[in-house]
């Protein structure tokens, strides 16, 4: 490599604030614009600890049992969020394979290679095409395409077919997508964050202002969701739309063990509550997956708290990155209109 080429790799780390900050971590789109769906991974270096907390009360998951602390096995080779409801969770099968042929995962101690991937799904079949969801060619696909660099964000991948605040119907609902942040610590330490926002609650800026969501009746601004479900609640309807969620990553370079990384995850989950108004519904599936790459020194407590900073973030990004698709508007589209 010459001196420009490495100045260049240089600069371009220090300038990615997204998932991939984190030195070994890769992110591959599969995104299906016709079908408004798709699924996102992410690789993992060798002898990445993984860790999952599950705080929706409708979540769609694979292999989170094996990321308890008090279970065997203790890394993970790749990590998926998907578009297709539970069809999507077929992905991780593609990115199993992947990393067979290429001779990629878990040793068992019979000398079988299985590569351990988690994965996290949420509702969008209801927009797009019906009855197209992403499979395991999605999943492999993905993997195809991963890379190191700045994580691309908007309505791709896993948040192809996202909406945020769709209670009331796609007309009155926004938008949702994909969404990275990331910071660095002394020391070398990064915490960073990666989310498909399809959330039932409104998005909201940390001053409280509501930035993507519910779209009020009268076509100005912006109406709250939390009011919304108190009127349906008392007038017996139900929502539009209730199979949502908020699921992502959370990664560090940091040296973290199991019970570490899952308290990592459960404090990330904060991050969601603050960028989400209301979080963590009956409606919701929200799912955060911890990663811990490396040998950097890492006070959990202080991981964890800057987990929910980059969750947050990467929340706000997501929708205000995306872009109008199978006719949801992007709230950027419509926003004082």
């Avoid at 010459?2 to 780390?13: D, F, G, S, V």
């Avoid at 911890?290 to 980059?310: R, S, W």
């Avoid at 990467?314 to 926003?335: H, K, N």
Wanted: with cysteine.
């Amino acid at each position: 490599m010459t001196t420009a080429m490495a100045r260049n790799t240089t600069l371009t780390k220090m300038m990615n604030d997204t998932l991939t900050r984190v030195p070994g971590l890769k992110v591959g789109h599969y995104t299906d614009l016709a079908a408004a769906t798709g699924c996102t991974v992410v690789l993992c270096p060798p002898r990445t600890v993984g860790a999952v907390d599950v705080r929706g009360g409708a979540p769609g998951t694979r292999e989170t049992d094996l990321l308890q602390a008090h279970n065997l096995v203790q890394e993970v080779t790749a990590v998926v969020l998907s578009g297709g409801s539970a069809f999507g969770l077929a992905t991780a099968d593609g990115v199993m394979r992947w990393h067979v042929e290429r001779g990629i995962g878990y040793q068992s101690r019979s000398g079988a290679l299985v590569p351990i991937v988690p994965a996290a799904i949420l509702f969008d079949l209801t927009v797009g095409r019906p009855g197209s969801r992403p499979d395991a060619a999605a999943g492999y696909q993905a993997c195809n395409v991963a890379s190191a660099e700045p994580v691309a964000m908007g309505s791709l991948g896993a948040g192809t077919g996202a909406r945020i605040a769709a209670i009331a119907g796609d007309q009155r609902a926004s938008k949702g997508g994909i969404g990275s942040a990331a910071t660095s610590l002394p020391k070398g330490l990064v915490v960073a964050a990666l989310v498909a926002v399809n959330a039932v609650g409104n998005v909201i800026a940390e001053d409280g202002e509501v930035v993507a969501g519910l779209r009020a009746q009268d076509g100005r601004g912006f109406a709250s969701v939390l009011d919304e479900l108190t009127r349906m609640a008392f007038a017996g309807a139900q929502p539009a739309a209730n199979e949502n969620t908020v699921i992502g990553v959370v990664a560090t370079n940091g040296k973290l063990n199991k019970a570490q990384a899952r308290k990592m995850a459960q404090m990330a989950q904060d991050g969601i509550a603050r960028a989400v108004n209301p979080a963590h519904t009956m409606y919701d599936g929200d799912t955060l997956f911890a990663l811990a790459t490396g040998d950097v020194p890492a006070d959990t407590t202080l991981v964890g708290a800057y987990a929910a900073e980059v969750v947050a973030a990467a929340i706000r990004r997501a929708a205000l990155s995306a872009t109008s698709l199978a006719g949801i508007r992007a709230a950027s589209d419509w926003v004082g209109s």
